[in-house]
């Protein structure tokens, strides 16, 4: 079994795939291979394979369990944009008794683009993450005004009725459910930080990785972890306190939680806008560059069409004779 980690289904022609793999038999393992191959998109018949063994295979050779977390570089393959590439792990035992017998991983496919390709799928994919937020937060601004709609309500309340505590039992339900749906956001807002170290798309701790890490995961954690957690359990405490002054104290733990969530999601939020504008602006950027660098390079082509001809005729045509020499 083996699995790329830290990267898309997109990469750019420098990246390094890492990858993470199982492998185990009933006899011990003799050899094992990363074999890979790529083609263009546009091409039928294959352009270029190779294999080569994992390093952190070697010292587990001859065992029947071997584990490994290893990464494969492209830069040395020299692979164009525009095509895909296919790595496979290919595992042969010792098996005395029929026979050497072969097994193979499923193929770990991806695509190779150019940064500019893969930079705006990046940005498309934050823009959704971004929509996805904005609906989450909408989401805990109307929880937090039937929570405080609630208090306010029961102020003065000995007791809550029947349908205040179904009302409290869903309120803690649903902001539950805003911590879950964070948490899978957070995850996809890593692995984009990890792709950008992976396809080397700037030096460690650039600008891109810092703010997605500071300005984005770190605060959306903070949120996530502590104060939904924090809300949630004091939403628990309205429903199960008898005393008036312990449950309103309850509720203001918890609406005072739900603020401060709040107050840090608005945060994120502008960022997340500002930070589409910056890398759109980055983005924009790169594209100037590629069409500048195809124009410097066609332009390159056509002097060299308009000279070729003339640099033969000068080669072909005879020096003149000089006519005072015998």
Known sequence: ?????????????????????????DFSIEQLQL??????????????????????????????????????????????????????????????????????????????????????????????QRQLFTEMLDQQDVLLTECQALQALTRDEAALTAEQRGNVVRFQKRQKLLGSGLKPMIERFSNMVEEIRNNRLEEPKGVLQTRLIEKIIEPLKSVQQEHIVLAADALDGVRRRTQLAERQQAFANATGSQKRALKLMRKVLVHMVKNEGYQQAVNLLYEIQKTQEELRSRTEVEKAKLLDPLLKDGATTAPPTNPDQP
């Open 1 to 25: 079994k083996a699995v790329l980690k830290g990267v898309s289904g997109m990469v750019v022609a420098r990246a390094r795939l890492p990858y993470q793999a199982t492998i185990s038999d």
């Open 35 to 128: 074999h890979w191959q790529w083609r263009q998109d546009n091409s039928e018949t294959q352009d270029a394979s190779g294999e080569v063994m994992p390093p952190g295979a070697i010292a587990q050779l001859k065992k029947s369990v071997m584990s490994l977390t290893e990464a494969f570089e492209l830069e040395p393959l020299d692979i164009e944009d525009g095509s895909r590439l296919s790595l496979q792990l290919k595992a042969t035992d010792n098996n005395s008794e029929s026979g050497p017998s072969m097994g193979e991983s499923t193929d770990m496919i991806v695509r190779v683009v150019s940064e500019a390709e893969l930079r705006d799928d990046l940005l498309r994919r934050e823009k959704d």
